[in-house]
């Protein structure tokens, strides 16, 4: 059912864990539809310094966080936020058609926590 | 070299591995005593002397005549059979009626599915809430009926967490309804009264039952039974109904007339020696004794799991549930995770989270037994067999605990 990728990111994902005082937090999903993943930012001069993730979900969610994670980090905030699903399921090297879904989870995390950064950071110039 | 890993198989209400003695008793009807059942020469009528031997065997196991079985191609289609079958042919003779028909939330999909289709055919249809263990509850039951019910299907296992339903006891009920029925009826004049009231007729799906307790029809009072051969050590693609004499039900794979014209095709002569074979295996001291181990290794995996996982939930009724059914929560964890973990172990479960499913929802039987659905998604199952050892179990409880403390860690607070 997995490939031998995702089994391997499922195991020993990359980046788990938290930053302590990151530069933005954010956030999709809730426990009723089983997936949330949480993910923290160390942002210097624009470049995504550190990433690291925290997930509850299916092995697909968990593999799709640390694919996330390797992907956007030491990217600078334009170029880390073209990263998308396709690019992740491929990296993956494929997920099976019922869990292609849980690749956007990876994708709006990260958004959510760039959008916060940007709020703060524009709060804190005004 | 790296050490290949043992596997172990803790999930027999998904299929069971055939017995031997299974096997051996079908692999002759493959190929040295091929012939079709329903052909007049030779071959035929050896094949026919098999599928005969076979029927009685069963017949005699559920206390029922021979005549009284029809084999199908498993458990789904022999709830199909009883289901649509019966209503087909209560609305043959009933054409002015609203019929009006019962299940419960914790059915399998072969009878919820079903059940689901008679309502648009316009049959009033209800489905009855269990309590929190997965048993309906009677009171309920007594409630739902009305002078228009005609049929009722419940399971007698629960096939996710094991529970026990009430069979015998809602058996006796739907019998003494019935004589009410009957006297109401005899009351009115001859005149004026009509035909003779509706029945109302009792189904039950016994798949996860066979292997631990009374499948005598008799004394559960049903008029239909299904069941299935993979489940009891026997092979897949074969089943069959018990339909009590003096059932109505009507063909709904229409063809050759097997069956006594109630279920064409083929039949299945290797899967029905098979079948018979499971059954006839059902020697009553060794499946005593075997379901006192099941429930022993039940019990210490149950008893160490808790204690050593905190916060987990047990689902499975203890009480009131097939021996060899342990299904849990662990909070904070996806079910279909631990289930991926655990496979990597060598180590076979089964889960309700939503994503191992395909329609992606949480299991419908724990959401029924209002289960919420993030402690749904946290669940897993374990079924035992009679393969199952107390070094099997040992080794999960030493397995499990380090694995669900990992995926605890990855979630967030």
Known sequence: ?126 | MRKKIKKIYLDYSASTPIDKKVLSAMLPYFNNKFGNASSVHGFGQEALKAVDESRQKIAQFFNCSFQEIIFTSGATEANNLAIFGLIKALKRKNSKSKLHVITSSIEHQAVLEPFNALKEQGVEVTILPVKSNGVVDIEEFKRAVKDNTVFVSLMYVNNEVGSVQPICEIGKLIQKINEIRFKKWQKIEKEIRGDKPLMIYFHTDATQAINFFNCDVKHLHVDLLSFSGHKIYGPKGVGALFVKTGVLLDAIQLGGHHENNKRSGTLNVPGIVGLAKAIELFDKKIIEKSNKKIAKLRQLLVEKIIKIIPNTILNTDINQSAPNFAHFSFLRVEGEAILILLDLAGIAVSTGSACASNNLKASSVLLAMGIKEEIAHSSIRFTLGKQTTEAEIKQVIAILPPIIEKLQNMAPQ
């Open chain 1, 1 to 126: 059912m997995y490939s031998k990728k995702v089994i391997n990111h499922f195991k020993n994902p990359h980046n788990q864990g938290i930053i302590k005082n990151p530069d933005a937090v954010g956030q999709v999903g809730n426990p009723v539809c089983g997936d949330v993943m949480r993910v923290y930012l160390r942002i210097k001069d624009d470049i995504i310094k550190n990433i690291k993730f925290e997930t509850l979900g299916c092995a697909a969610a968990i593999a799709v966080s640390s694919v996330l994670t390797d992907l956007v980090k030491n990217k600078t905030l334009t170029e880390a936020l073209k990263v998308n699903n396709n690019e992740i399921i491929k990296e993956l090297g494929g997920l099976p058609a019922q869990k292609v879904h849980c690749s956007a989870l990876g994708v709006e995390a990260f958004k959510d926590a760039i959008n916060n950064y940007q709020k703060n950071k524009n709060a804190q110039k005004n």
